[in-house]
């Protein structure tokens, strides 16, 4: 079993920056990717980003250029640095994890809030 714990989350001004972490407990071993995934009211849970344990990141077409995932493996705790903020990523964000054996986690989300 894995949990999942998201942090940073907030208001913030558009154009303002804020920076989540995500750390894995419990059995952290064997995770390949971990992932930021957002899902704002009315909409369907969208990734964000993902990174890989060896590979090349992915990112939305939406935050390519404003948002960089990162991950630190000894510490299994996966970050999400988010500048120039929009209104538009309001949204609750998700971390996202997968294990070599298939099992895959979520954490309980952190409310992001941009105001204009």
């Known amino acids: 079993q894995v949990q999942l714990v998201e942090s940073g989350g907030g208001l913030v001004q558009a154009g303002g920056s804020l920076r989540l972490s995500c750390a894995a407990s419990?059995?952290?071993?064997?995770?390949?990717?971990m992932a930021w995934y957002r899902q704002a009211p009315g909409k369907q849970r969208e990734l964000v980003a993902r990174?890989?344990?060896?590979?090349?990141?992915n990112y939305a077409d939406s935050v390519k250029g404003r948002f960089t995932i990162s991950r630190d493996n000894t510490r299994n705790t996966a970050y999400l640095q988010m500048n120039s903020l929009k209104p538009e990523d309001t949204a609750v964000y998700y971390c996202?994890?997968?294990?070599?054996?298939?099992?895959?986690?979520w954490g309980q989300g952190t409310q992001v809030t941009v105001s204009s």
């Open positions: 996202n994890a997968d294990r070599i054996w298939g099992d895959v986690y």
């Open positions: 990174i890989p344990s060896v590979g090349i990141t």
């Open positions: 419990g059995s952290g071993f064997g995770i390949k990717s």
